[in-house]
């Protein structure tokens, strides 16, 4: 599995977006990026999914480079909800052999100030 | 739907005794898996399951065995428990392994080895 290169902390405003960067050089041409969080030690929550095409979803939007070698998750309005630790994970597609275990680095964490 | 549950949420042990944990999920998923999560670390795996009665090691699985003899439950047992088995453990389950597949979660369980 590919690794991912997060920053270690950011800070944003309430209401405003959240852009959170991930780099991932190494990817295959099979594998997705994954974004995770983890809210105050709580398990972790799916967020959002992508291969090649930008996504969208009620939680927020993922934004790949054409290269796929780097990727940003967007939180449109953050909350002081949305502080939490966000890992960007790539792992392998359906395919055989392919378990879908998670390779968590350390993530960034998101502290949304009022 | 009750997703992912954990029992139990908090354990305190000494050294050298033994203690089982389980996982239950009512999602009809396929995959299971366990992680632990040390202080200020991201998830590791321990374990993990691709189907009722199959078992296979993570990354750290010394210390720990497995047993999936139902496809909703997943067992996460210590025989001797050890103070660096100290941690939180989440399990989680997923339909399918690879892309398109989230995990879902549960809540942790607490473990102290004195």
């Known amino acids: 599995d590919a690794k991912t290169t997060q920053p270690p902390s950011m800070d944003c405003a309430e209401g405003r977006a959240a852009n959170l960067p991930c780099n991932h050089s190494?990817?295959?041409?099979?594998?997705?990026v994954y974004w995770y969080r983890q809210i105050h030690s709580q398990g972790p929550q799916y967020i959002i999914h992508?291969?090649?095409n930008n996504e969208t979803n009620e939680m927020a939007s993922l934004i790949i480079t054409e290269d796929r070698k780097s990727s940003t998750l967007i939180l449109p309005h953050a909350t002081l909800r949305d502080t939490a630790v966000y890992y960007c994970?790539?792992?392998?597609?359906?395919?055989?052999?392919?378990?879908?275990?998670?390779?968590f680095g350390q993530g960034t964490t998101l502290q949304v100030k009022p | 739907n009750a997703g992912v549950t954990q029992t139990p949420k908090f354990r305190v042990l000494k050294t050298g005794q033994s203690m089982t944990l389980l996982c239950a999920q009512d999602?009809?998923?396929?995959?299971m898996y366990w992680y632990r999560q040390d202080p200020g670390m991201g998830l590791r795996l321990i374990h993990y399951?691709?189907?009722?009665?199959?078992?296979a090691k993570g990354e750290v699985p010394d210390g720990y065995n497995v047993s999936r003899l139902k496809k909703q439950n997943f067992l996460l047992g210590l025989e001797s428990a050890a103070p660096s088995q100290t941690s939180v453990y989440f399990c989680?389950?997923?339909?399918?392994?690879?892309?398109?597949?989230?995990?879902?979660f549960g809540p942790g369980t607490r473990l102290t080895v004195l």
């Open positions: 989680a389950s997923s339909f399918l392994a690879g892309g398109g597949n989230e995990q879902f």
């Open positions: 999602m009809n998923h396929e995959y």
């Open positions: 992508g291969l090649k």
């Open positions: 994970i790539v792992t392998l597609g359906r395919g055989s052999g392919n378990t879908g275990k998670l390779i």
């Open positions: 190494t990817i295959s041409g099979n594998e997705y």
């Open positions: 399951s691709v189907g009722e009665g199959t078992t």
